[in-house]
């Protein structure tokens, strides 16, 4: 009996391989790598280059934290993350290094982002819901959708710890109302995600 249950677990993972790879899965994993790396890499030179050149980045970090609250800016942070990520996490993650507490104010943070993405489902959900704003959407993020549909739980995964806006994922992961209860699962990655940047970004500055 046990070696009936291993040889299906075989068999099971041999066929989810086979489709990731036969549907592309890996190669787009590896192309988002690859566009992830150039972002990581331009931020820490420009970082580097800043303070360098330009003006000491580490006592504008604490003149940041010293003039606007914590939760003002957080709170700017889950705006972000709920719509589009359009500020990137990054400068929010060096933020929190020279706050009072770093661990306490980037777990915040992780926290703030990994909430957006909940919203950002929501938001998918909802837009389901009226023709018109569904029609238009699925244009524009078609391919977003198509791989979401493909690839479920694993592209929310990609989504949670390369740097591309998590929210799209949410938003398309809504769209085609993929389990909520597996979203919340994979989407912990966030975490995962910001304590990794962190390691990196709290040295720099």
Request: charged share 15%; hydrophobic share 55%; glycine share 6%.
């Amino acid at each position: 009996m046990k070696k009936d249950a291993k040889s299906k677990k075989k068999s099971r993972i041999r066929l989810l391989h086979q489709y990731y790879s036969y549907t592309g899965f890996y190669s787009f994993v590896w192309k988002s790598v690859k566009k992830a790396i150039l972002p990581i890499v331009l931020f820490v030179a420009a970082l580097w280059a800043i303070d360098r050149w330009v003006l000491d980045i580490e006592q504008m970090l604490v003149t940041v934290t010293e003039t606007y609250s914590p939760l003002g800016i957080i709170s700017v942070f889950f705006a972000s993350e709920s719509l589009l990520g359009l500020i990137p996490p990054e400068l929010f993650i060096a933020w929190s290094g020279k706050s009072s507490s770093p661990i306490l104010y980037l777990s915040l943070l992780a926290l703030a982002s990994y909430l957006g993405g909940v919203i950002s489902y929501f938001i998918g959900r909802w837009m389901t819901k009226i023709p018109a704003i569904h029609e238009a959407i699925e244009v524009k993020m078609a391919q977003h959708i198509k791989n979401t549909r493909k690839w479920g739980g694993f592209l929310i995964i990609v989504g949670a710890l390369l740097p591309i806006p998590f929210a799209m994922t949410s938003i398309a992961a809504g769209i085609i109302k993929f389990p909520f209860p597996s979203y919340l699962m994979f989407g912990l990655l966030r975490f995962v995600r910001f304590y990794l940047y962190a390691l990196v970004i709290f040295e720099m500055v």
